[in-house]
């Protein structure tokens, strides 16, 4: 039903009424016609209230599949709630949990935008209801559970970070969401403590290049492990203490021989299935292994002796699908952990490549070629 009906209507009626009536028929008729009219809203109307009109860009997953289906386009502004900030947004970082999404294997949590991007900087554009810390104008940086690959964001008040001293605006957006992920399952779960030996397989991701630098000012030995002599010259420039190319060398039999063959205390593991048993075998007594991702499978065989024999702790999470009051309190961690080893230089952001919105199909098949080392920004 178009707008001009609408608008037309009423003359129609009052010609009726004034030069037909004999005809109580056609009034009557006519009279309902308006009134269901003037009651009816035809989808994406501009007499609907709840219809926004597209004011920003987003970059939109069109179809499940190759980073060819990232495309950026108009859409509407997120709405802002009771308890959330709306940023307009300086820089996301990618994430391969991006990547996963976009191929249709990760979808967002229910509520979530349903726009890639887990972390952001930028600006407060407005404040929700009960939110009193931040005002708008306000620089800070966030961890999303979706979003970030946008123009305009709203955010958790809970999950809001201020900019740390010393840091740019644009390169902010690279820590959200490597610390919250760091913090929470190396420190908060793992008990990594000072005088510990610490192993990150993919040393020189965004994951790893933040750990690297976080477990070196609270005192580990670091071990990692990367796929070429490039990157793991870079994890040893962050302070990584040995540095192993997996692609030549058995990366248990190095631990072990560099830990006199104990093994070493924590594992931060994202490869899954095809190392599960190794880990095992590389860890010292009482050793904990963390599993955040599963970049070789899900689905193993293990010999449940070896975590007996030596009271192994076997540990996995996601960050994404944790709820809002556990992300806050993991987020009020890291401001009070994580932000003065940035602010004091300890823990530096490690930033590959700057790329605008418009390319994020650009980053993507950047990030799945595995050539970079810490992390790509895509820049509004």
């Not at 976080?214 to 010259?233: D, P, Q």
Request: hydrophobic letters at 40%.
């Amino acid at each position: 039903m178009n707008v001009g009906v609408l608008r037309f209507a009423p003359t129609f009626l009052t010609r009726s009424v004034a030069t037909r009536r004999a005809a109580p028929t056609l009034l009557s008729v006519s009279a309902r016609l308006v009134t269901a009219l003037l009651h009816t809203s035809a989808p994406h109307s501009p007499l609907d209230p709840s219809r926004r009109e597209p004011t920003m860009k987003a970059v939109v997953i069109t179809t499940p599949g190759d980073p060819e289906v990232l495309r950026l386009q108009e859409v509407e502004d997120p709405k802002l709630e009771d308890g959330h900030v709306l940023v307009r947004v300086a820089a996301t970082a990618l994430n391969r949990a991006d990547t996963l999404q976009r191929r249709g294997m990760y979808p967002p949590p229910k509520g979530a935008s349903e726009y890639p991007g887990l972390e952001c900087s930028g600006t407060i554009e407005a404040v929700g209801k009960g939110v009193s810390r931040w005002k708008v104008g306000d620089q800070v940086c966030a961890l999303l559970a979706g979003g970030g690959y946008a123009e305009k964001v709203a955010v958790p008040a809970g999950q809001v970070l201020p900019v740390p001293a010393g840091i740019s605006l644009k390169d902010a957006a690279s820590f959200p969401e490597v610390a919250c992920t760091v913090w929470s399952t190396v420190f908060m779960m793992s008990h990594l403590s000072a005088g510990e030996t610490f192993l990150i397989h993919g040393g020189s991701s965004g994951i790893g290049t933040f750990a690297i630098q976080i477990a070196k000012y609270y005192g580990a030995r670091v071990f990692v492990t990367a796929g070429s002599e490039e990157k793991l010259a870079a994890c040893k420039d962050l302070g990584a203490d040995v540095c192993i190319n997996y692609k030549t060398e058995d990366f248990v039999a190095r631990v072990k021989e560099e830990t006199a063959g104990k093994g070493v205390d924590v594992i931060l593991d994202c490869v899954g299935a095809s190392y599960f048993q190794r880990n095992l075998d590389s860890l010292n007594l009482d050793g904990r292994l963390f599993i955040i991702g599963t970049q070789s499978g899900a689905v193993t065989q293990v010999d449940l002796r070896s975590i007996l024999a030596r009271r192994l702790t076997v540990q996995a999470a996601g960050l994404r699908t944790r709820s809002r009051e556990n992300k806050d309190a993991i987020v009020d961690e890291v401001e009070k952990k994580v932000w003065p080893a940035i602010e004091q230089g300890k823990v530096k952001p490690v930033v590959y490549k700057y790329l605008p919105l418009a390319e994020a199909a650009e980053g993507h098949r950047l990030m799945e070629s595995s050539q970079h080392v810490g992390k790509i920004l895509l820049v509004t």
